[in-house]
């Protein structure tokens, strides 16, 4: 089945700075890489995707990028504030019903 | 408010013990799962359903069963052939299987 692997598992940034996550596939036919923001005692929430027909996709200070032939994507950040605060989860969808999911990052905005 | 519903937020196992969690979405979703969550791990899916009266095992559903007797509800029932039971329980829906899945807010389990 297909692999994701989700670096780095914590990541500290000053707010006002970038961060950036990054993860890879293993399975070349994932088609759809969205990433989840979860918050202490509380479910995931989607944050932003990908489809693999696209590159880069930006929704205000949050951008993903997607690397077909490299198998990766990267989550970015910019202007982070202490509400960025959280795990942050990325995933591949191949062919079938089933979701593969990274372990997680743990960002830290310090004030 | 649409969205999905995970009740009780925490609950406690007793040895040799069923347990039931339940689900209820009502977003018109056809697409239902479960998840474990373990500390430092990502989800590993226990068991999905894309329609009523039909579901499939995902990685971890030994010690798990489920039902889908209706579209809004998903419950989950861990049993007492579950040895480590203990995690952060997410369901989830989604309208398809190919769009974006929505979370419930989780149920803890604990062994007594």
């Known amino acids: 089945g297909e692999n994701v692997e989700q670096h780095p598992s914590t990541l500290s940034v000053q707010e006002g700075d970038s961060a950036v996550i990054k993860c890879t596939y293993s399975?070349?036919?994932?088609?759809?890489f969205p990433w989840y923001k979860q918050e202490l005692g509380k479910g995931p929430q989607l944050i932003i995707d990908?489809?693999?027909?696209?590159g880069e996709k930006k929704d205000q200070r949050i951008a993903v990028t997607l690397n077909k032939t490299a198998k990766h994507f990267s989550l970015h950040i910019t202007e982070t504030q202490p509400e960025d605060s959280a795990v942050y989860f990325c995933?591949?969808?191949?062919?079938?019903?089933?979701?593969?999911f990274g372990t997680g990052t743990s960002l830290t905005v310090i004030p | 408010d649409g969205g999905i519903t995970q009740s009780p937020k925490y609950l406690f196992r007793k040895e040799g013990q069923n347990v039931t969690l339940s689900c209820e979405q009502n977003?018109?979703?056809?697409?239902m799962y479960w998840y474990r969550q373990d500390p430092g791990q990502g989800l590993r899916l226990i068991y999905y359903?894309?329609?009523?009266?039909?579901?499939q095992k995902g990685d971890i559903a030994e010690g798990y069963s489920v039902s889908r007797e209706k579209k809004e509800s998903f419950p989950l029932t861990v049993t007492s052939a579950q040895k480590n039971p203990t995690a952060f329980y997410l369901c989830?829906?989604?309208?398809?299987?190919?769009?974006?899945?929505?979370f419930g807010d989780g149920t803890r389990l604990s062994i007594l």
């Open positions: 995933a591949a969808k191949p062919t079938g019903n089933q979701f593969y």
């Open positions: 359903s894309q329609i009523v009266n039909d579901f």
């Open positions: 977003l018109n979703h056809d697409a």
């Open positions: 990908i489809r693999s027909n696209v």
């Open positions: 399975d070349s036919a994932s088609n759809y």
């Open positions: 989830a829906s989604s309208i398809a299987p190919y769009q974006p899945q929505h």
